[in-house]
């Protein structure tokens, strides 16, 4: 079946460090996956995105990796800092007639320390 | 606002009521999606929009879960005779086509007692 799952559930880091945050998928028909940030009280926020047709994409601090061999996904933060905690959901988008359905895992909670 | 808006942020209300959510999405968008997140999981998915249909209401629990867009933009999340099982942060998103990212509101927090 499909599912989204994470490695770690909490991950705690200094102000500074770079992070690394792990996501496993079981379907390998999925062609699309999203990390999102959400903070305490608010609503998931899109981070960076990744087609099943890359295997690195990079933005603003943040990298996400992508191996389709082993079906694992890493969102990478560069110099971690204090607004970066929050809880990092990878979300999967399903193929084909459900490419508008995101699957997501159970999330990491990621603490920065000053 | 240039969000996605949903209304009320929180509600509390008694075992068996009827409770109505609404969504405002981003202009333009017209995908809508509803999720329902309970404490410590990722959001799952409810019903899909597509305009004023719903695409894809194969995520609602039951049928005391109902959906409408009636005009293709505002969205109400409609819950009939409410479990306190029901009690979840019930998030709204919209996309400008299906397929595209997803843009989250702030979601409901409903609390059923």
């Known amino acids: 079946g499909e599912s989204v799952g994470l490695h770690l559930p909490t991950l705690s880091v200094q102000e500074g460090d770079n992070s690394i945050i792990n996501c496993a998928y079981s379907n390998s028909a999925s062609d699309y996956f999203i990390w999102y940030k959400q903070e305490s009280g608010k609503g998931p926020q899109f981070i960076i995105d990744?087609?099943?047709?890359?295997d690195k994409r990079q933005g603003q601090r943040v990298t996400v990796l992508l191996n389709k061999t082993v079906k694992h996904l890493s969102l990478q933060i560069a110099a971690t800092q204090p607004g970066d905690s929050a809880v990092y959901f990878c979300a999967e988008r399903g193929s084909g007639g459900s490419n508008y359905k995101l699957t997501f895992g159970k999330g990491t909670l990621l603490t920065v320390n000053p | 606002g240039a969000g996605v808006s949903q209304t009320p942020s929180n509600k509390v209300t008694e075992k068996g009521k009827y409770v109505e959510l609404r969504c405002d999405p981003i202009s333009g968008h017209t995908a809508l999606y509803w999720y329902r997140q309970s404490l410590g999981q990722g959001p799952e998915f409810l019903i899909y929009f597509q305009g004023t249909g719903a695409a894809d209401d194969s995520g609602l629990p039951n049928d005391r879960f109902f959906a409408v867009r009636p005009e293709g933009s505002v969205s109400t999340l409609k819950i009939q005779r409410t479990e306190r099982g029901d009690s979840a942060v019930y998030l709204c998103?919209?996309?400008?086509?299906?397929?595209?990212?997803?843009?989250f509101g702030d979601g409901t927090r409903l609390s059923i007692l």
């Open positions: 998103a919209s996309s400008l086509r299906p397929g595209q990212p997803q843009h």
């Open positions: 990744i087609r099943s047709n890359m």
